[in-house]
């Protein structure tokens, strides 16, 4: 008696035969999922978008408006007098870093925080994400979202800017305008991509991460920009707002509209700006690792 013969039956299974990408590629896809949720609601970024063209928009149209008026400083050495038209990029910084702040609250402190309250890092790191993969994709994806506010607008203002030259010698004397909106709006993604992240780390609850983070920039900011008023130490610098505000100032040379505005040292602001994106990656990366070595997920 011959033994039975198993019998294997194709049930349709066929193996992936695609593009496979490298371990180093799997921030993108976090990444792209997070610029893809930010877009999603229009509440969350297409309002704050259209708020940064409407603030772009009004910045260019005075520049252009009172691009031959000037203005004197009072006891100014050899009365040096500068453009009205000069100072419409610097005072916008004001403006885009509000609507920078408003996509942070709206979208920034709730990535993480969203993340531990439903559970998505089980999903996450079941399939083999590693910890930086989702450290590097989500500040990337908030780069990119921010970045539309706080980089694109001062660009497209220097790059009006250098529209207004009459002549090849005031084209290339306004040229380092460029680099300047480059490195101000650099610092300013930076600072409001990353920050936000780390409070949404802090606290698994979306609700509870907003109102820190909120907190920390409305209230601790203004009460360290209020005592960087009457004083010109680094105080001011804790507050984000001021730090770059104050920076830009700086960098522009337009100590006649600074205003109100606390003085802070350029270095401090700097360091300031770097300092809490720092501080902000590095609890962003210790809760993820410790989630990640604490079971939540098997990845390698």
């Known amino acids: 008696m011959s033994e039975p013969v198993g019998t294997i039956h194709d049930l349709g299974y066929k193996r992936y035969v695609g593009t496979r990408g490298s371990a180093g590629t799997r921030w993108l896809v976090v990444m792209r999922n997070q610029v893809a949720m930010s877009w999603k609601t229009w509440w969350r970024f297409k309002a704050a978008l259209g708020l940064a063209v409407i603030a772009t928009f009004v910045a260019g149209g ?10 004197q400083g009072m006891g100014m050495i050899g ?26 609250l709206t979208i920034g402190a709730r990535v993480v925080a969203g993340d531990m309250q439903s559970g998505a890092f089980t999903f996450y790191f079941s399939r083999s994400l590693r910890p930086r993969d989702y450290v590097l994709g989500k500040l990337a994806g908030m780069v990119v979202v921010m ?3 706080m980089l694109a607008g001062p660009l497209l203002l220097a790059i009006a800017h250098l529209g207004l030259s009459e002549t090849t010698d005031e084209l290339v004397a306004a040229l380092p305008v460029l680099p300047k909106a480059l490195a101000i709006g650099a610092l300013g993604t930076l ?3 990353a920050v936000p992240l780390g409070f949404s780390a802090l606290i698994p609850n979306v609700r509870h991460a907003m109102a820190l983070w909120a907190a920390y920039y409305l209230v601790f900011g203004l009460m360290m920009s209020m005592i960087g008023r009457f004083s010109t130490g680094w105080v001011g610098a804790l507050d984000l707002a001021t ?6 100032f700086d960098t522009f040379h337009l100590e006649l509209f600074r205003g109100r505005s606390a003085h802070v040292p350029p270095v401090a602001a700097v360091v300031s700006l ?6 902000a990656l590095a609890v962003l990366g210790f809760k993820v690792r410790r989630a990640h070595s604490a079971g939540v997920g098997g990845a390698s």
Request: aromatic letters at 12%; proline letters at 2%.
């Open 62 to 71: 005075v520049m252009f408006i009172l691009k031959d008026r000037t203005v």
């Open 79 to 104: 009365g040096i007098a500068t453009r009205m038209a000069d100072a419409a990029l610097p005072k916008s910084i004001e403006w885009f870093t509000r609507i920078a702040f408003l996509v942070s």
């Open 147 to 149: 970045s539309l506010i």
């Open 191 to 193: 600072a409001f991509a």
């Open 243 to 248: 730090a770059l505000e104050s920076f830009t």
């Open 274 to 279: 770097l300092g809490h994106a720092a501080l």
